[in-house]
């Protein structure tokens, strides 16, 4: 078998040297110098599926938009309803093309009226910010790059509460699932405190400081407060089969510059009816004409096998159908999962397909999405 | 993580125990620290020929597949049945979860591998230390 080494000149975060010296296996991720896995992929995706688990997930990018037409500019770069925001409360949305294709997801947060916060992936931060501010200029509004700002940390998992609360002053129970407030955390004022993340699991982000001294004191903290509950550091490996698990889009994968909306099955996010924004007259178009003619489904595989990105599916006639966008085994669930898309036809539960893993066609089947939810709180 | 005296290795990483003219096969300890935690294992038929230096079947972890290289001639006489519900056994120990049994065509294939030393020579020039 083979290996390889690593690459040169990539970014890096303020918890770099941090990560190498727990011995993390790096990675380059979108020109970061990321870590992939500390004790191991299984072992991170269980500790935050069962306790609490440590990401660094400062290479994200961070957009403030803010002015007296700060909601207008987002509704029109947007696809979700940011006007029925409320402060305090953050939204799952996305920027797209004309055509109804991705930028890029996001998340938006209301800090105030006249003040938003738009967090954004790694691989896509020029663009993006590009994007955004180009888009934004018709509106009384200023767009600033605050990326490098802030160490972005994300404690997850059902232990994620009771770690964190050790930290700050902000009763945790007073913040629901995707909204925000800002308190003290490890002794510093004013920090935002996000009750997002991208596992499928309870939990919180947290956004610091980025200077070296800050980040390290509050990552070791973290992993004091969370050791009772058994919190270990994760890398992106746990980071994608967690989301696999949990069906949420990755950009390239699920959702790209040739996906639309519909496709990609976005459609809740998606809130035509606000009024007109960039994509949006495409999207009634596609609707008008009959909606998607693909479609992204869940797929367990049935036969033994590993069904991974770029893989091709096949119906029982042997001709190609589509292509799986994200596959791998699923630690939690213990199957072999992928996302794919296929023609609406074979979109159906229960539909059964075929994915080429190497030279053998192997059996898997249309099964709901997401493939793991998280257990109801018994609070 | 000591390198078994007794055994040969490749450049990609397998090694093999020989007894006569029977090889057991496997990956190294070194392999299976870069791999991570390993998911699934794809062995040849017994009765298969295995050609030195080609692909007899793959190892996958959760994040990758892995090619793996015989580093002999010869004919499957056995596989390790475990390893389709146990694949984990390779991490915690690469040197004695064997792959595959081999019936050597070419005894004298094992002289042209790596020794122990040879071998934690080339991967210590791997990693640069």
């Given at each position: 078998m083979s290996t390889s080494t690593a690459a040169p000149a990539l970014r890096k975060t303020a918890l770099n040297a941090v990560h190498r010296q727990l011995g993390a296996k790096m990675v380059d991720f979108g020109g970061?110098?990321?870590?992939?896995?500390?004790?191991?992929?299984?072992?991170?995706?269980?500790?935050?599926?069962?306790?609490v688990g440590l990401f660094d997930v400062s290479h994200m990018g961070d957009i403030q938009l803010r002015g007296p037409e700060s909601l207008d500019a987002i509704q029109h770069i947007c696809m979700n309803d940011a006007a029925k925001l409320q402060v305090g409360q953050a939204q799952y949305s996305a920027m797209l093309y004309p055509q109804g294709t991705f930028v890029d997801d996001v998340?938006?947060?209301?800090?105030?009226?006249?003040?938003y916060l738009i967090v954004i992936n790694a691989g896509t931060r020029e663009k993006d910010f590009g994007w955004a501010k180009g888009n934004a200029q018709k509106f009384h509004c200023?767009?600033?790059?605050?990326?490098?700002y802030y160490t972005q940390l994300a404690i997850q998992g059902p232990k994620a509460a009771e770690t964190l609360q050790k930290l700050t002053n902000v009763d945790l129970s007073t913040i629901k699932f995707y909204w925000f407030k800002w308190g003290t955390v490890c002794g510093l004022p004013n920090t935002l405190i996000a009750?997002?993340?991208?596992?499928?699991?309870?939990?919180?982000?947290?956004?610091?400081?980025?200077d070296e001294t800050t980040s390290k004191r509050v990552w070791d903290e973290v992993l004091e407060a969370g050791k009772e509950f058994g919190?270990?550091?994760?890398?992106?490996?746990?980071?994608n089969t967690l989301r696999l698990e949990a069906a949420l889009s990755l950009y390239g994968h699920e959702i790209s510059e040739t996906i639309n909306v519909f496709e990609a099955g976005l459609d809740r996010f998606c809130k035509v009816e606000k009024g007109p924004f960039i994509g949006s007259e495409a999207l009634q178009r596609v609707i008008a004409e009959g909606g998607p003619t693909r479609k992204l489904v869940?797929?367990?595989?049935?036969?033994?096998?590993?069904?991974?990105?770029?893989?091709?599916?096949?119906?029982?006639?042997?001709t190609q159908i589509g292509e799986v966008v994200s596959g791998s085994p699923a630690p939690f669930l213990k199957k072999n999962i992928a996302l794919a898309f296929v023609p609406r036809d074979h979109a159906a539960l229960d539909s059964e397909v075929f994915v080429q893993i190497r030279n053998t066609m192997v059996r898997a089947k249309v099964v709901p999405i997401p493939f793991y939810r998280r257990?109801?709180?018994q609070s | 993580m000591a390198y078994p005296a007794n055994y040969r290795y490749t450049r990609e990483h397998e090694w093999i125990e020989v007894d006569g003219k029977t090889g057991k096969i496997g990956i190294t300890d070194y392999a299976q620290n870069s791999l991570g935690d390993i998911v699934f294992v794809e062995s040849p038929k017994v009765g298969a020929a295995v050609k030195k230096g080609e692909v007899f079947g793959s190892v996958e972890s959760v994040k990758a597949v892995s090619d793996l290289y015989s580093p002999v001639t010869g004919t499957v006489t056995e596989v390790n049945e475990e390893l389709a519900s146990t694949p984990e056994k390779i991490n915690t120990a690469a040197h004695e979860a064997w792959i595959m049994k081999v019936e050597l065509s070419d005894p004298a294939e094992v002289d042209s591998l790596l020794s122990a030393a040879d071998y934690e020579k080339f991967i210590a020039e791997e990693t640069g230390h």
């Open positions: 970061w110098d990321m870590p992939v896995e500390y004790s191991g992929l299984i072992a991170e995706h269980m500790a935050v599926r069962t306790g998340i938006v947060h209301k800090f105030s009226d006249n003040d200023h767009v600033s790059d605050y990326s490098d009750r997002t993340g991208y596992t499928g699991e309870d939990g919180f982000e947290i956004y610091i400081p980025s919190i270990i550091p994760c890398g992106l490996g746990a980071r869940g797929l367990e595989v049935i036969e033994r096998g590993i069904a991974r990105d770029g893989y091709c599916v096949f119906n029982e006639g042997g257990p109801k709180k | -």
